[in-house]
């Protein structure tokens, strides 16, 4: 394809992106390889314990786990390959002469951004499609031979079991069949009904129903108001079982359609995870751009020679990144425990380091 006098991407370009993708997945690779047999040094006792076999541990677990690690550190790494690549064209007075032969330095961005779209795709897809998917493999892995199954770890334990009737406990143990600090709240138009607060459920395996212990009701009838508890009682639970309790909402195995159904289902049930949903959903969409920016950012200051040579670009190139990383996850917690819009957490970052690119290619050389 043509541009006007030359080829949209000709033999430099071609050259300057072989550089940079050779480097990010080898990069990639290398820190997954180093990641795995960590990972494996502090795992491998359980697998032992557990039976776990060679096969599934390499296939169904370790396997699964590179597309994680190249989406968490795709950001730094590619960043990290863009300086690398830059600092040695311009050390080797290679982006010199491609800027003295009448080459502009914005022709000289097009391969660079080519690689930063192309990885930014990559990475829309594995946040938003495999890795949700392979989530799902590593999941069932760890609770086969590493973790507990029996063991519940997750607290604020929201389910709703039909649409009139929400029941929470703060957290679930599945060796007792037991659920603490319970509440079920029975609401008729939008208006609550009846809330029931107990310390404990138990659940009987012999008669298969539920007791609350240390509980008290509260019965709204328009302004009237009824309050009465005891020590022990029965109640209907509308057929759950102690199993149900372990079906946790967890958000890093949905795709992009499952994240969007679940926003609009906890929505509806007023839960309290819908900022998280929402947090992640922009992250998945908005985080891609930062190659982009992180890539401008990287050239502006590569293609400069300094007295520090390769290593100086490196450091501030390195500083630069983590501190956008950073920015992202503090804006993120906001939006989680604050008031901050779950949009507006994911764009600001984003904005802000926008605004240093332009700044950093203003004084690039031309």
């Not at 993708?21 to 960590?38: G, Y």
Request: hydrophobic share 45%; glycine share 4%; net charge positive.
């Amino acid at each position: 394809m043509k541009k006007g006098n030359s080829y949209f991407l000709n033999t430099i370009d071609w050259y300057i992106i072989r550089k940079i993708i050779a480097t990010f997945f080898v990069a990639i690779i290398l820190i997954s390889l180093v990641i795995i047999i960590i990972d494996l040094g502090t795992k491998l006792d359980d697998f032992i314990k557990n039976n776990a076999p060679i096969k599934s541990i390499f296939l169904d677990y370790y396997l699964n786990i590179i597309p994680r690690y190249a989406n968490m550190f795709g950001h730094l790494f590619f960043f990290i390959s863009v300086v690398f690549v830059t600092s040695k064209l311009t050390s080797n007075s290679e982006t010199v002469a491609i800027l003295c032969s009448g080459i502009s330095f914005a022709r000289l961005l097009r391969p660079f951004i080519a690689c930063a779209v192309v990885v930014g795709i990559l990475g829309l897809y594995l946040s938003n499609i495999l890795i949700p998917s392979v989530n799902v493999k590593i999941y069932q892995f760890e609770q086969m031979y590493y973790k507990n199954k029996f063991v519940n770890n997750f607290i604020d334990i929201h389910i709703q079991t039909d649409n009139a009737t929400q029941i929470y406990v703060h957290h679930f143990d599945n060796n007792n069949a037991s659920g603490f600090m319970f509440t079920k709240e029975t609401f008729d138009n939008e208006r609550m009904k009846e809330k029931i607060y107990a310390d404990m459920i138990l659940f009987d395996s012999a008669t298969q129903k539920w007791n609350m212990i240390n509980y008290s009701v509260r019965e709204v009838d328009g302004k009237n108001e009824q309050l009465t508890w005891g020590d022990r009682k029965e109640i209907d639970l509308k057929g759950l079982l102690p199993n149900d309790f372990n079906k946790i909402l967890r958000i890093e195995q949905l795709n992009f359609n499952e994240l969007n159904h679940a926003i609009e289902r906890e929505t509806v049930k007023g839960s309290s995870v819908v900022r998280d949903l929402r947090v992640e959903k922009y992250q998945r969409l908005f985080n891609p751009i930062a190659y982009i920016i992180l890539t401008l950012i990287g050239v502006s200051l590569s293609c400069k020679k300094t007295r520090g040579g390769t290593g100086l670009n490196l450091a501030l190139g390195i500083g630069l990144a983590f501190s956008l990383i950073l920015l992202m996850k503090i804006f993120n917690s906001f939006a989680i425990n604050g008031n901050l819009l779950p949009i507006l957490a994911s764009i600001i970052p984003l904005v802000i380091y926008t605004l240093i690119a332009i700044l950093l290619l203003k004084n690039a050389p031309k």
